[in-house]
């Protein structure tokens, strides 16, 4: 499916960050393998050189004593540094994830069978499990083979006897982690779908425990979760082990890799074919080694842990259509027929409401916080089913239409709003992705906005922040009304809208959305009197 969940199109968003984090990385670890090079060296030649007195007083200490600190220095500031990168591009990859389970929520409604509490696990914890792939595949991966590919080039070029040697074991540690793939890959697999199982097992029955006590049901669901935590735990422990082995044989490859390399030499070192302290300068740099594979030890652990992750989010699917009608017919008109709403668990409900409107009627709903006017709005966007009546868009019942379709003739802002940390084009442009900038400055101009987006130096291309927290409460609630009305539905239900405004904002933004909405039904919830004209209905909810 097109709207399937894709990480490497997210990640190309942004992927100078990533090519950043990648480099600094790599020079980290090359300075890591740069120190212990020269190190080894310095010490080495230092002592040979202290030996023999004749050139003690010419060996040149400073030299090597400048690369030793530069390599130092340069292995903290890249570590500092790969940190910020690596950071920033993770949370840049979540703000898209965000985005793009905002797109999905809005572009479809979700499988009723899906618990809630699932759901929440898949949206906290498997998202936060997707940073597995670049920061713990993608870039070990990468790292390893720039550094090791480095090294043995090196050596080749000082010994191509020895660079023989080592491609022989550089293979086999490759060997390591394609062994843990396959032989943990499936059971790392496992242990994430049982994890989830087994916190399901755990929460549900804790959520009616007294109704499990009271039929006696309490000690098969602590037994079932027994069972699952047991096997929860043996899979634990197998991984672990497998973690273990990988790890014990990257660092015995490593080692009789380096045994190797220094029999190799010794021969080359009698013959005078190379220093002593080039040999321990050699010898060092493999030292270096284990930092760099020892990550993909693991690698089979958090590529299912990303890969599972991405496949339980994309099994969030939209739910199948059951409504009988796709498409309306003849001028919009929408009617309620005795209808009282109500939260199916609050002990009150509105009284029976019957009216018809049409395109161009406004429909003006007074009432004191907690009336039911939120609940009202959303039995009229077809979230709330009516506790007794009938809400008839085009004389047919609005629940035998397609949710599709629904969306696209009804739209509701509730009074809380979301807004992302994306520039205003961008937050507005998720109702109209194709919308120009006059559109949207013409959006902006109908919700009172107009003034404030000229005062911004960068105008639309502003900077929201994060939750839209560079912006007051009723400059978020007016800019999610702009991006609603580039949506143009037919009805559009407004809860609160004027919460914050003073008299001549609020009297215009009514105004400007009459004049916006003359072929449209707008009906508009508010705890506060509004002077509205004789084509306009002012209703009081009441409550039983």
């Not at 696990?121 to 713990?136: A, H, K, N, V, Y």
């Not at 006059?438 to 900077?463: C, F, M, Y």
């Not at 922040?465 to 559009?492: C, D, K, M, P, W």
Request: overall charge neutral; proline content about 4%; hydrophobic content about 50%.
């Amino acid at each position: 499916m097109k709207d399937q969940l894709k990480l490497s199109a997210l990640m190309r968003l942004h992927w100078r960050w990533w090519l950043l984090s990648l480099t600094l990385g790599a020079v980290t670890l090359g300075s890591v393998m740069g120190l212990l090079t020269v190190s080894g060296w310095f010490i080495t030649a230092a002592a040979v050189a202290g030996l023999q007195l004749a050139g003690a007083g010419t060996f040149n200490y400073f030299s090597p004593g400048a690369l030793i600190r530069f390599f130092a220095i340069s292995r903290t500031a890249s570590r500092y540094f790969e940190r910020l990168s690596s950071h920033q591009a993770v949370l840049l990859l979540l703000q898209q994830l965000r985005l793009w389970f905002m797109r999905r929520f809005l572009a479809s409604s979700f499988r009723p069978d899906t618990q809630s509490a699932d759901l929440l696990q898949r949206l906290i914890t498997d998202i936060d499990r997707l940073d597995q792939w670049p920061l713990r595949v993608v870039a070990p991966v990468f790292w390893a083979g720039l550094i090791s590919s480095g090294w043995l080039a090196a050596l080749w070029f000082w010994q191509a006897e020895l660079a023989q040697i080592a491609v022989v074991y550089l293979l086999l540690l490759l060997c390591v982690p394609v062994l843990g793939v396959v032989l943990g890959y499936s059971r790392a697999c496992s242990l994430v779908e049982l994890a989830s199982q087994r916190r399901h097992e755990l929460l549900e029955p804790l959520s009616v425990l007294t109704m499990l006590q009271l039929h006696q049901g309490w000690s098969d669901a602590e037994q079932q979760w027994l069972e699952t935590e047991q096997r929860y735990q043996q899979l634990l422990w197998r991984q672990q082990l497998l973690d273990l082995c990988c790890q014990f044989l990257l660092l015995s490859a490593i080692a009789l890799m380096s045994f190797h390399l220094l029999v190799t030499a010794l021969p080359l070192l009698q013959n005078q074919q190379i220093s002593i302290a080039a040999l321990v300068a050699m010898l060092m740099s493999a030292m270096a080694l284990p930092e760099i594979w020892l990550p993909l030890a693991t690698l089979y652990r958090h590529l299912a842990d990303s890969k599972m992750a991405k496949r339980r989010l994309n099994q969030i699917q939209p739910a199948i259509e059951n409504g009988r009608y796709s498409t309306l017919e003849g001028p919009l008109q929408l009617e309620l027929q005795q209808l009282s709403v109500g939260y199916p668990a609050a002990v009150q409900h509105t009284l029976p409401l019957t009216i018809s409107l049409k395109a161009g009627d406004l429909l003006w709903l007074q009432g004191p916080s907690g009336v039911g006017k939120s609940a009202f709005l959303s039995t009229l966007a077809g979230w709330l089913p009516p506790l007794s009546g009938q809400v008839l868009l085009n004389g047919t019942e609005l629940q035998l239409y397609r949710s599709n379709t629904q969306r696209q003739q009804i739209s509701l802002q509730s009074q809380h709003v979301s807004l992302f940390n994306m520039t205003l084009a961008a937050n507005l442009r998720l109702a109209k992705p194709e919308a120009s900038d006059e559109e949207l400055r013409q959006a902006l101009a109908d919700t009172v906005l107009s003034e404030w987006v000229a005062t911004l130096p960068q105008g639309l291309e502003t900077e929201l922040g994060e939750y839209g927290v560079a912006v007051s409460g009723g400059q978020a609630r007016r800019i999610a009304l702009a991006r609603l009305l580039l949506q143009n539905t037919g009805i559009l239900l407004l809860d609160e809208p004027l919460v914050g405004l003073d008299p001549t904002t609020a009297q215009q933004l009514v105004h400007n959305l009459r004049r916006r909405c003359h072929q449209h039904i707008l009906i508009i919830t508010s705890h506060q009197p509004f002077a509205v004209d004789t084509h306009c209905y002012q209703l009081q909810l009441k409550v039983l």
